[in-house]
């Protein structure tokens, strides 16, 4: 990290030195360690797990994190396709907002997780962020089915849940109770698994299986 003065005080990497007369303070900065910088890896960890590739038809099931959103899509080109969908307008509309300003060609719809009014096999990929917790238990499998319906034979579904930490970890909540494999089992989807838990994140991936012949 760079150095920099403000005021009385002088920073650098980790510390800030506080300057009095010819004598030197010097103390941890830990607050230096920003957390957008944070968020911005995790942005990146997300990108690179979902590996979408240049013409891919993506859909993005929840709204949470626009950012992600525009990231992604600017992925597919101008030869793919970008389609998020959520149950709340705000939080569409804001992610519209976002990809219109980071110039990335997005569609947007509101509909219910269970009901997407979308046309089966439209999709290659889909990617759901945050979205399983917030449904009740009984309900997620009939969620993921409806994912899978819109995907097309061979496509992939990756599941990205935030994870819980410090109190909320102690005390348990529903994104901690979530058995990924198990569900995405339950929707038909084949090869399901957990590929990584990093930087609070946990990421499960399966494909829709292609019928036999």
């Known amino acids: 990290m760079a150095s920099a003065i403000f005021g009385g005080f002088f920073t650098t990497g980790n510390y800030i030195i506080a300057i009095r ?14 957390p957008f910088l944070h968020k911005s890896d995790n ?3 997300a990108v690179s797990m979902a590996g979408i590739k240049l013409g891919d038809r993506l859909l993005v099931v929840g ?10 899509a600017s992925k597919t080109g101008l030869t793919g396709r970008a389609h998020a969908v959520d149950e ?9 907002r976002v ?27 889909a990617v759901v962020r945050d979205v399983l917790a917030r449904v009740a238990p009984e309900t997620r499998p009939a ?11 061979g496509g992939r579904c990756l599941v990205i849940d935030s994870m819980p930490h410090g109190l909320r970890a102690l005390i348990g909540t529903a994104a ?15 090869a399901a698994r957990v590929i990584a838990e990093r930087a609070g994140q946990v990421f499960a991936e399966a494909v829709n299986p292609i019928p036999n012949p």
């Open 143 to 153: 969620v993921l089915a409806e994912i899978r319906r819109v995907l097309r034979p």
């Open 99 to 125: 990809a219109l300003g980071e110039g990335a060609l997005v569609e947007t719809s509101v509909a219910s997780f269970g009901t997407l009014s979308l046309d089966a096999a439209a999709f290659d990929v």
């Open 21 to 34: 007369g010819s004598r030197f303070a010097v103390r941890a900065n830990y607050t230096m360690k920003l």
């Open 63 to 72: 709204c949470s994190d626009p950012l992600l959103i525009a990231q992604l």
């Open 43 to 45: 942005e990146a960890l």
């Open 176 to 190: 901690a109770s979530v058995d990924h494999v198990a569900v995405l089992q339950a929707a038909g989807f084949k």
């Open 88 to 96: 709340r307008d705000a939080v569409v509309a804001n992610a519209a």
